[in-house]
């Protein structure tokens, strides 16, 4: 674990000595772990690696999840964008098709990063991915804002809480969104203070959000949630750099979260029996894939 405890002491570790905070959390992990920063560095790159094929794993027309409950819309949307039906642009496209095709790659089996979780893979790598061939970033510097990443989710962990089972989807989507805005801060030049600013803006449009997975699975909503999270960490890290400050400080949006989930009955913290997974069809899918597996043996 990261010996930082909150937000604010990484900002002024990177800010007293000058660097990133990406730099102070690979040395930290270095040392925590008794390895050389270069073999921490080369583990990251391997990270990255793994998630750059999960994109490709799931890109295909043809692709369903062992339940039947998704699979091909990461291709669906591809092939939109490529007959020029785009609302967003070419950066957002790109973010969008990243997030649904890791996170449905998860769903049927893939091998993902769990960044911070498997129900939340598809935003972190998705907007860094995303944004590095779009502005064309340097590998060595994407790589890096990993680290930023894995920093202010440590955090989170620590104060609060990454499991959508203890803190409901904040805790997943709602974490993956604030790492992510923080790297993407890190990685297109802003301040470890401005980090620190897309984290909490991030984290905060999220607060309360519910874990109701549908038949208990990792799929409906979550696979959309993290689409919409990827843009939410976008829009928050473009807030940031453009010196937009968030009153409430990253560690007391971080601490609000789990005062909200510790509130969250547990029927909404991935229990599969409030929410969206309590609606009528929802019950119908999930009935139908119990007895789809109890035919099967």
Do not use: W
């Amino acid at each position: 674990m990261l010996r930082y405890d909150s937000v604010d002491e990484l900002i002024k570790a990177a800010e007293e000595r000058d660097k990133n905070i990406s730099d102070i959390v690979l040395e930290d992990q270095a040392q925590e772990l008794g390895k050389s920063t270069d073999d921490i560095y080369h583990q990251m790159e391997n990270n990255a690696k793994v998630m750059e094929e999960s994109i490709l794993d799931a890109l295909h027309p043809h692709t369903k999840s062992a339940s039947g409950l998704s699979g091909g819309d990461a291709y669906k949307l591809y092939m939109a964008l490529e007959q020029g039906k785009s609302l967003g642009g070419s950066l957002m496209d790109k973010v969008l098709i990243k997030a649904l095709a890791i996170a449905e790659s998860n769903a049927s089996m893939g091998r993902i990063v769990a960044a911070p979780t498997a129900g939340s893979c598809g935003i972190l790598p998705s907007v860094l991915l995303a944004v590095q061939e779009d502005k064309k970033i340097p590998r060595p510097r994407m790589i890096m804002s990993l680290f930023t990443a894995a920093g202010m989710g440590m955090v989170i962990a620590k104060r609060a809480s990454i499991s959508g089972a203890e803190g409901g989807c904040q805790a997943e989507c709602g974490s993956a969104a604030a790492m992510a805005a923080a790297a993407l801060v890190e990685m297109l030049g802003g301040s470890p203070r401005m980090a620190g600013h897309a984290c909490a803006m991030a984290l905060k449009s999220v607060l309360g959000l519910v874990c109701d997975p549908v038949a208990g699975l990792v799929e409906i909503p979550c696979i959309k949630r993290n689409a919409t999270g990827a843009i939410n960490a976008v829009v928050a890290a473009q807030l940031a750099l453009a010196g937009i400050e968030s009153l409430i400080p990253a560690d007391e949006v971080i601490d609000a979260m789990k005062e909200v989930g510790d509130l969250l009955v547990p029927s909404l913290r991935e229990t599969g029996e409030g929410g969206l997974a309590a609606t009528p069809t929802a019950r119908k899918l999930a009935k139908k894939i119990f007895e789809d597996n109890k035919e099967n043996g």
